[in-house]
């Protein structure tokens, strides 16, 4: 079965950079379409971003484009999360996600990584 892993959360100050990483394992990584969501404290999970299995078609939320990259890296089945200029409204739990098709939406996403915290003070 695939199992995902966040790493790379963690606390930083506002305007800074965090990357994240997601390990895939226990399956195919390139056949995978991977997603980014975020779960903050009293909200509903909502989508950050989406690459598609090869890496060349990408999708984001439209308040985090600019901001925000999602890349991956089939060689050493991993997914990024590129964060720029953070700010406080950004602290959520930040979770990966596969999917064997392309999808925006997490009821798509079968298999969710635990999540990583992403906390960004003033």
């Known amino acids: 079965q695939v199992q995902l892993e966040e790493r790379g959360g963690g606390l930083v100050q506002a305007g800074d950079s965090l990357r994240l990483s997601c390990l895939f394992s226990?399956?195919?990584?390139?056949?995978?379409?991977m997603g980014w969501f975020r779960q903050a404290a009293g909200n509903e999970r909502e989508f950050v971003a989406q690459i598609n299995y090869s890496g060349d078609s990408t999708y984001y939320a439209d308040a985090l484009k600019g901001r925000f990259t999602i890349s991956r890296d089939n060689a050493v089945n991993t997914v990024y999360l590129q964060m720029d200029r953070l700010r406080p409204e950004d602290t959520a739990v930040y979770y990966c996600?596969?999917?064997?098709?392309?999808?925006?939406?997490?009821?798509?996403?079968?298999?969710w990584g635990p999540g990583t915290q992403v906390a960004i003070s003033s």
């Open positions: 996600a596969a999917s064997r098709a392309f999808a925006l939406v997490s009821g798509a996403y079968p298999y």
């Open positions: 226990g399956g195919s990584f390139s056949a995978y379409a």
